[in-house]
């Protein structure tokens, strides 16, 4: 009972809905602690993998969001302009202020290696919290090395071994591994959560939808305890 509950959360920095998810998911686990009895919460460990939702991006897109939109999925300006509001009051909803008008879209590869980066050093859950909020936030470009290797300094990160290692693709291998293991499980779109190795939840869920899967798992491994005893 004391092993922590694994959350493996596919997602990519350019996508509205995974930084969405990710205040649910904690939002959500923070539910599960709250409900149950004190010491009755098993601890959870979130770790974050890579997918690229369009990795034919140019690092410098030329362009606003609305041009990347009509440019890559064929959105009339309508439409496009619609759907940014509704996600933009969406994210309002779990305290997540998006300004499409600043943000600078870009191919995220390096980005993904830069938290591959931070997970070897244990500031993987930091990292992919700045670049998120640089990016949907901030407007801030995530897509330059030395752009990277700045806010990879803000969360406590040696710049120069950052730039050393983006200049090398260090962690590229392992972002394809990433990428390799989503399409062996079939994952076709982020954000997607993997509980335990046995849950899956696709999309940026309720809280209460998180809290839910973790109190059966809770309840499951209570019953293999009982299971055990007997």
Sequence with gaps: MSDAI???????????????????????IAEYVAAGPDGAAIPVEVVYHSFELAPDTPVDFEGSELDFLAQHKGFAPEQTVQMLARVTGIAETVG?????????????????????FAKAHGRQ????????KAYFEEGKHVGRDEDLADLAAEVGLDRDDVLRSLREDEYLP???ADQAQAIEFGIQGVPFFVFDSKYGVSGAQDASTFAQVLTQITGERAGDVVEAVR
């Design 125 to 132: 859950l930091d990292m992919t919290e700045r670049l998120l």
């Design 174 to 176: 392992a972002v394809r």
């Design 6 to 28: 694994k959350i493996d959360v596919w997602s990519d920095i350019a996508c509205p809905w995974c930084y969405i998810g990710k205040r649910k998911l904690e939002n959500g």
């Design 96 to 116: 997540l202020h998006y300004d499409y008008d600043a943000l600078q879209h870009t191919n995220t590869v390096k980005a993904h290696q830069v938290i591959h």
